[in-house]
């Protein structure tokens, strides 16, 4: 009978519609998520003018440091480089064991987990937004650019790699605090550790965040306090993201009544109008 659709042609129907969702759902991620890093750099690279503030800045985060009891870096440090092989692992998980974790997982996230996924992007923009207004409001002068202290910088002088990933034309280099190079680390390791599947990935999870604090620290780039601060903002950034769409995510549901049809349904009646 004209109009009529048979089960076959409905689900084919309901699986395109399916696929070109997800594709288009992957894209707004990736521009979002594209954006929002672009404008990280951006903002940042326009922070100029303020070099003595931040080493002033630096000296009052020493000065912390100091009264805490945990102004170790220098010490930590001078042991690290009387091993080269160890340098060139910290400086290697430094370079590489951030951006490329952080696109690997919430691209994993958003494929394998797409309930999951949207309190860590919302975490991440949440904590991005934070470290760039202390960015802006508090310069820092990193611990590379005080060799005085005994601090060295073991990246630029092993490699410019990470120079030619992020050049100083576009990046603030007085953005030590806070460390958002272990604080998405950190959240990257949550995820891992909460839902993979395998233990080794799990295990990848655990470890991950403490490799990456060493890494900061001990080549120069971050104060302990920076990864402290960087890790307590990511964790506000979760907890807020994760409201944040445990909100969306219910306000969704109320609107998706049961007055609207079915996938299958709904794919029947515009395959049947198209038959007809």
């Known amino acids: 009978m004209v109009g009529e659709v048979s089960p076959a042609t409905a689900d084919e129907t309901v699986r395109r519609e399916a696929t070109r969702s997800r594709r288009i759902a992957v894209a707004r991620e990736v521009a979002l998520i594209t954006g929002g890093v672009v404008l990280y750099f951006l903002v940042r690279g326009l922070i100029h003018g303020r070099v003595a503030v931040a080493f002033r800045n630096a000296e ?28 060139e692992v910290l400086d290697a998980i430094y370079i ?27 975490a991440i923009l949440i904590s991005g937004a934070i470290g760039l207004i202390i960015f802006a409001t508090f310069p820092v002068a990193p611990p590379r650019f005080l060799p005085e202290l005994g601090f060295v910088d073991t990246v630029t002088e092993n490699t410019s790699a990470y120079r030619v990933l992020q050049p100083p034309a576009f990046v603030n280099q007085y953005a030590a605090v806070p460390s958002l190079h272990f604080g998405w680390n950190l959240l990257m390791g949550i995820a891992w550790a909460g839902l993979a599947g395998s233990a080794a990935a799990r295990l990848f999870g655990l470890l991950m965040p403490a490799l990456m604090l060493a890494a900061i620290v001990l080549t120069a780039n971050h104060y302990l306090f920076d990864g402290i601060a960087g890790g307590a903002i990511a964790l506000i950034g979760l907890a807020l993201g994760t409201r944040l ?15 609207s049809p079915s996938p299958r349904r709904a794919a029947e009646r515009r395959a049947g109008h198209r038959a007809g």
Request: net charge neutral; hydrophobic share 35%; aromatic share 12%.
């Open 245 to 259: 769409a445990h909100y969306r995510r219910s306000h969704r549901d109320e609107h998706s009544t049961d007055r």
């Open 96 to 122: 590489y064991g951030h951006w490329p974790v952080v696109v690997i997982t919430l691209a994993w996230l958003l494929v394998r987990h797409r309930d999951d996924y949207p309190q860590f992007r919302n």
């Open 60 to 87: 009052h985060v020493i000065d912390l440091e100091r009264r805490a009891g945990i102004f170790v870096e220098p010490q930590l440090q001078s042991v690290t480089t009387e091993h080269s092989w160890l340098i």
